[in-house]
């Protein structure tokens, strides 16, 4: 069974900066995309910025320029540093990720979410 560990949510001031770390547990046989995403209440969930396996990125671009996101493959965990941070980017943020296990075959898991609020 897979899990998806998140953390590093918070209250920030606009301008400030927040780090979100997700960690991949489980028989994982291959990763082939991290992800983060965020959703408000009423809205429908949107991507923030993804990594492929080979390290390809692409990111929204309302967070173009703001956000870094990045891998440590060997503790399979992904990260999204956001700066420069806006209340339009008060939401909660999930963690997506594409891989296999043993069957080898491709699915999709999601986290449990972490809340991040811009507010002064």
């Known amino acids: 069974q897979v899990q998806l560990v998140e953390s590093g949510g918070g209250l920030v001031q606009p301008g400030g900066s927040l780090r979100l770390s997700c960690a991949a547990s489980?028989?994982?046989?291959?990763?082939?995309?991290m992800g983060w995403y965020r959703q408000t209440p009423g809205k429908q969930r949107e991507l923030v910025a993804t990594?492929?396996?080979?390290?390809?990125?692409s990111y929204a671009g309302s967070v173009k320029g703001r956000f870094t996101i990045s891998t440590d493959n060997a503790k399979n965990t992904v990260y999204l540093q956001m700066n420069s941070l806006k209340p339009e980017d008060t939401a909660v943020y999930y963690c997506?990720?594409?891989?296999?296990?043993?069957?080898?075959?491709?699915?999709?898991?999601w986290g449990q979410g972490t809340q991040v609020t811009v507010s002064s």
């Open positions: 990594v492929t396996s080979d390290g390809r990125t």
């Open positions: 997506n990720t594409i891989l296999s296990v043993s069957d080898r075959t491709p699915r999709n898991y």
């Open positions: 489980g028989s994982i046989f291959s990763m082939y995309v």
